[in-house]
Nanobody, 122 residues
Framework: QVQLVESGGGLVQPGGSLRLSCAAS????????WGWYRQGQGKEREWVAA???????DYSDSVKGRFTISRDNAKNTVYLQINSLKPEDTAVYYC????????????????WGQGTQVTVTS
């Protein structure tokens, strides 16, 4: 059906930067919105950032000013630029979309990627 593939995670020192990517493919009729979430070890998954089909963006307070979400419609890809990384940003980062598969009559469905690990350590 619909697949999401994240990439761009890695090991980085505090203060460093990474750019995460999430590419959507499959039977996608339309995408209503994109989101990034993260889950640290032993913690619940938390919302990080979102961007709508109209390019409105929103961020959690913990990342506001350091993270930037953007998208490339032509590539069905969303990005998360993460700057000034802190050890507490260490987590698996997940991409999610709300999309209609196949046609306009299909209900909107939430899809998730497999996640990409971001580790911030000196």
């Amino acid at each position: 059906q619909v697949q999401l593939v994240e990439s761009g995670g890695g090991l980085v020192q505090p203060g460093g930067s990474l750019r995460l990517s999430c590419a959507a493919s499959g039977n996608i009729f339309s995408i209503n919105g994109w989101g990034w979430y993260r889950q640290g070890q032993g913690k619940e998954r938390e919302w990080v950032a979102a961007i709508t089909s109209g390019d409105s963006t929103d961020y959690s307070d913990s990342v506001k000013g350091r993270f930037t979400i953007s998208r490339d419609n032509a590539k069905n890809t969303v990005y998360l630029q993460i700057n000034s990384l802190k050890p507490e940003d260490t987590a698996v980062y997940y991409c999610s979309i709300r999309a209609r598969p196949f046609n306009n009559l299909h209900p909107v469905v939430a899809y998730w990627g497999q996640g990409t690990q971001v580790t911030v350590t000196s």
